[in-house]
């Protein structure tokens, strides 16, 4: 049986680049494990965080080590004889290494902007090759909180108060900067989140709790992004749904985050042993199925594919659920919510990426009219 070539794209330009390096590492595995070994042959492609791509020997070593390499601009390949690019490849970002050519199926994983955003699924469009996860559509309003809220508004799912804002009303007009911050504190009061519209990972984001702290935080969160999101503070558990199909999907059991931090904060994420990941979550049944159905309806509501987590608030005392936000590639390293959410469900991380990459293949199958 020839093998199917997978195309493992990871690393990337965003703030998650490490994150992106660990989940690839553990899909490389899984693609070599049990019954895939046979099914699939690994081609890793490295993305430099300058967003360089490289294919040959450094993402191999990459994916060995687990460490970001950011290789000097002199080993670039002056000329693009066959002799320069034998062994590491490295390119400009618009031109791809020649070994792009050998994939069958692409796997991009890529957390945040430039990769989970459905700028790289464009790219993939127009490669016409199959690639697993949600296209551009899903893909670019997964990645857009204040979008992302209009359209689960627009579907009726619960969401917490919030209001969008663009950098130029926090840091042009001096005169409709104090009546934005009062309107905030009359509608959403304290405590707020204030957020960059298209991060992750809680880059950006700030718990605050008076006028000074959201001020402060409205200039930094603009620092990061032209659109900021500010929210009403809720006081919640933090449940976790896993989803997983194309047009027939299906949600996992239930996860639940627990931390002792003020919030869910890139230390808390990112720092062994700082949160808990419960699973199953230990909340009544019939909340379990009203998050499992919520989940669905978001999947379909953003036009994702493949996988999607999907990031629930459940205030316990008056037994209320609003949706958070879907993450159209979820962080999917060995002990990632994501692959365990399945695992506790009965699919293996080999499964699972097996069964990824089956969905890609079947979504590029059907036959579309241009
Ligand atoms: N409205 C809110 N009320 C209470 N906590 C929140 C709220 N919004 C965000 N948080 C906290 O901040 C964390 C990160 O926010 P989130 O919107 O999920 O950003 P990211 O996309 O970076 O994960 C959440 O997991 C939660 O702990
Ligand atoms: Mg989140």
Known sequence: MTKLRVGLLFGGRSGEHEVSISSARAIANALSADQNTAKYEILPFYIQKDGRWLAGDTPQQVL??????????????????????????????????????????????????????????????????PFVGSGVLGSAVGMDKIVMKTIFAQTGLPQVKYKALNRGQIWSNPCVFPKLCDEIEATLGYPCFVKPANLGSSVGIAKVRSRQELEAALDNAASYDRKIIVEAGVVARELECAVLGNDSPKASVLGEITYNAEFYDYETKYTEGKADLLIPAPVPEAVTRQIQEMALQAFAAVDAAGLARVDFFYVEATGEVFINEINTFPGFTATSMYPLLWAHS???????????????????SVPTRE
């Open 64 to 129: 060995k080590s687990g460490t970001p390499q950011q290789l000097p601009d002199s080993t670039l390949p002056s000329t693009h004889s066959e002799s320069s690019v034998a062994k590491t490849q490295t390119l400009s970002p618009w031109q791809s290494p020649s070994q792009v050519a050998e994939v069958d199926v692409w796997f991009p994983i890529l957390h945040g902007p430039n990769g989970e955003d459905g700028t790289i699924q464009g790219l993939l469009t127009l490669m016409q090759v």
């Open 346 to 364: 009965g699919v293996s991380f080999p499964e699972l990426v097996d069964k990824l990459i089956q969905l890609a293949l079947e979504r590029h």
